[in-house]
């Protein structure tokens, strides 16, 4: 099981990482007039695609994780105050909000994948 979540956490961060880069980048990308036939790349189906995927990982990664294996709560907290970003990215106040906040919020569902794969390698190379 430790090694199928371990899995699960690199497969999660590298999702999240590119959900974040994915945010930060669409907007300067479509800025430039050449490049507005990306437009497709802002599609709601793709924001919330990433999102239900991130929701997954965290079902499938960290709540067994925490627990069947570290019962540390680090990287379920992080998670949620990531998707609390990403919710409220979600207030279209201007694009900058959705931007900074979607951004912040992906690199914190990625940064708890992150904690809960240490987490678990400590467990492993301890024997605990």
């Known amino acids: 099981m430790k090694i199928k979540n371990q899995t ?9 990482f590119i959900c974040a880069v994915h945010c930060a980048a669409v ?13 497709f790349l802002h599609d709601p189906i793709i924001e ?12 499938i990664s960290l709540w067994p994780s925490y627990r069947k294996t570290h019962r540390r709560s680090s990287p379920l907290v992080i998670a949620a105050v990531g998707f609390i970003l990403i919710a409220i990215s979600r207030f279209h106040f201007s694009e900058t909000w959705e931007t900074v906040n979607t951004v912040s919020g992906a690199l914190l569902v990625s940064s708890a994948h992150f904690v809960n794969w240490k987490l678990l390698r400590s467990k492993i190379h301890h024997g605990h």
């Open 8 to 16: 699960f956490d690199i497969i999660a961060l590298t999702s999240s």
């Open 27 to 39: 907007p300067i990308l479509l800025s430039f007039s050449s490049l507005s036939g990306l437009h």
């Open 48 to 59: 919330w695609s990433f999102i239900a995927l991130g929701i997954l990982f965290v079902f």
